[in-house]
T-cell receptor, first 115, second 112 residues
Framework: DGGITQSPKYLFRKEGQNVTLSCEQN?????MYWYRQDPGQGLRLIYY???????QKGDIAEGYSVSREKKESFPLTVTSAQKNPTAFYLC??????????????FGEGSRLTVL | GNSVTQMEGPVTLSEEAFLTINCTYT??????LFWYVQYPGEGLQLLLK?????DKGSNKGFEATYRKETTSFHLEKGSVQVSDSAVYFC???????????FGGGTRVLVKP
């Protein structure tokens, strides 16, 4: 079945460590996104990519990095520079021009806890 | 910039009650408006949408009408079920860039 797979589902990290969250899609979508979800704050865009080998910062990119070497994959690295990394991270994808459909396809999320 | 404001939850209802979740937005021009739903332990999925003023989006018994004059897109359902317990997000997109702006989400709990 087509969809988006995020891993790991749960992750614990010590302060000062970098961690990489995986996101893979087999929907043949050009665009991919990373959102952060905090209680009561909804979803905030971290990074997005509309095409392979290109990506743009979202609203809260500081302390995060991404790569888009393959169409199917859009990994997110949470670096030690991120001041408050404990959160629920959601990856999504869409067709290239989605302004009219508005349909993002989401993975099930990765919950990162910094100890 | 664009923004979306939703009523704060949680909203607790009994089964078969009427549900309304308020959503208002700020955006230039004519954004497209959406409601997404997040069931427990899952990612978000699109529930309904409206792309121009006075359009009504509907799906699974839920409805929302794009009101340009009040910049609102309130979600309604006439008779909720326990299975409607979820977090509901209002969102908009405007212009190029394929970016959605989300509201803070409203948690709904339906009790039998």
């Amino acid at each position: 079945d087509g969809g988006i797979t995020q891993s790991p589902k749960y992750l614990f990290r010590k302060e000062g460590q970098n961690v990489t969250l995986s996101c893979e899609q087999n929907l043949n979508h050009d665009a991919m996104y990373w959102y952060r979800q905090d209680p009561g704050q909804g979803l905030r865009l971290i990074y997005y990519s509309q095409i392979v080998n290109d990506f743009q910062k979202g609203d809260i990119a500081e302390g995060y990095s991404v790569s888009r070497e393959k169409k199917e994959s859009f990994p997110l690295t949470v670096t030690s520079a991120q001041k408050n990394p404990t959160a629920f991270y959601l990856c999504a994808s869409s067709i290239a021009e989605f302004a009219n459909t508005g349909e993002l396809f989401f993975g099930e999320g990765s919950r990162l806890t910094v100890l | 910039g664009n923004s979306v404001t939703q009523m704060e939850g949680p909203v607790t209802l009994s089964e078969e009650a009427f549900l309304t979740i308020n959503c208002t937005y700020t955006a230039t021009g004519y954004p497209s408006l959406f409601w997404y739903v997040q069931y427990p332990g899952e990612g978000l999925q699109l529930l309904l949408k409206a792309t121009k003023a006075d359009d009504k989006g509907s799906n699974k018994g839920f409805e929302a009408t794009y009101r340009k004059e009040t910049t609102s897109f309130h979600l309604e359902k006439g008779s909720v079920q326990v299975s409607d317990s979820a977090v509901y997000f209002c969102a908009l997109t405007r212009g190029a860039g394929n970016k959605l702006t989300f509201g803070g989400g409203t948690r709904v709990l339906v009790k039998p």
